[in-house]
């Protein structure tokens, strides 16, 4: 069993950031893929970033160039930095992690980006 604890959300004006974190009860080292998705009201949820169990990443288009996906193995945390947030980037933000074929989330964390 994994758990996975999002933080970090809040609201911010648009240009602003956030970093959002998302511990793991265990080694992230050991999954297979860990990745960020996000839902807006009325809206799927959708993928904004992945980090494949190689290391490569990947990006939503509509995120590239301000959204960037990290992680600390020491700290089982993933991060995700947002910068030059804007108004469409509003939703509730989740963590994921792949494991032996299963797929876990997190609680997610909303972010809400309003002047």
């Known amino acids: 069993q994994v758990q996975l604890v999002e933080s970090g959300g809040g609201l911010v004006q648009p240009g602003g950031s956030l970093r959002l974190s998302c511990a793991a009860s265990?080694?992230?080292?050991?999954?297979?893929?860990t990745g960020w998705f996000r839902q807006a009201p009325g809206k799927q949820r959708e993928l904004v970033a992945h980090?494949?169990?190689?290391?490569?990443?990947n990006y939503a288009d509509s995120v590239k160039g301000r959204f960037t996906i990290s992680r600390d193995n020491a700290k089982n945390t993933m991060y995700l930095q947002m910068n030059s947030l804007k108004p469409e980037d509003t939703a509730v933000y989740y963590c994921?992690?792949?494991?032996?074929?299963?797929?876990?989330w997190g609680q997610g964390t909303q972010v809400t980006v309003s002047s």
């Open positions: 994921n992690a792949q494991l032996r074929g299963i797929i876990y």
């Open positions: 265990r080694s992230i080292f050991s999954f297979h893929a």
């Open positions: 980090i494949a169990g190689g290391g490569v990443t």
